[in-house]
């Protein structure tokens, strides 16, 4: 059930950023991407250290997400968001979570 949604405040084509971040994902946590929901957020008003420069804040959800797989993904997205958009890594935060089973929740009822 990974989750992740992106906020930048630069203009973004779509097209370009959602099937591969699903991908990058998947792959990344060793899931299917079938069950993997991507949200974006492009052109949104964001200031990080001081100035409007491009930024981002990912927030990735994920079941069960370990501390070792947040750390490798954390350079994943970085490079990605960097190669991609051209965001500077230091301009990235990401919000890692693993939500209880009970209380996350699909097709009428939750994963617990």
Same mark, same amino acid.
């Given at each position: 059930?990974?989750?992740?949604a992106?906020?930048t405040?630069?203009?973004?084509?779509?097209?370009?950023?959602?099937?591969p971040? =699903? %991908? *990058?994902?998947? @792959?990344?946590?060793g899931?299917?991407e &079938?069950?993997?929901?991507v949200?974006?957020?492009?052109?949104?008003?964001?200031?990080?250290?001081?100035?409007?420069?491009?930024?981002?804040?990912?927030?990735?959800?994920?079941l069960?997400?370990?501390?070792?797989?947040? =750390? %490798? *993904?954390?350079? @994943?997205?970085?490079?990605?968001?960097? &190669?991609?958009?051209?965001?500077?890594?230091?301009?990235?935060?990401?919000?890692f979570q693993?939500?209880?089973r009970?209380?996350?929740?699909?097709?009428?009822?939750?994963?617990?």
């Open positions: 059930m990974p989750y992740i992106l906020t405040n630069i203009a973004v084509d779509e097209s370009t950023i959602i099937e971040l =699903s %991908a *990058l994902v998947a @792959a990344q946590l899931k299917s &079938a069950s993997v929901m949200v974006l957020e492009p052109q949104r008003p964001m200031r990080f250290a001081g100035t409007d420069a491009p930024t981002a804040h990912v927030v990735l959800k994920s069960g997400l370990q501390p070792d797989q947040a =750390s %490798a *993904l954390s350079p @994943a997205i970085c490079d990605f968001l960097q &190669a991609r958009l051209g965001i500077a890594c230091d301009r990235v935060y990401i919000d693993s939500p209880a009970n209380m996350f929740g699909w097709n009428s009822k939750t994963f617990g």
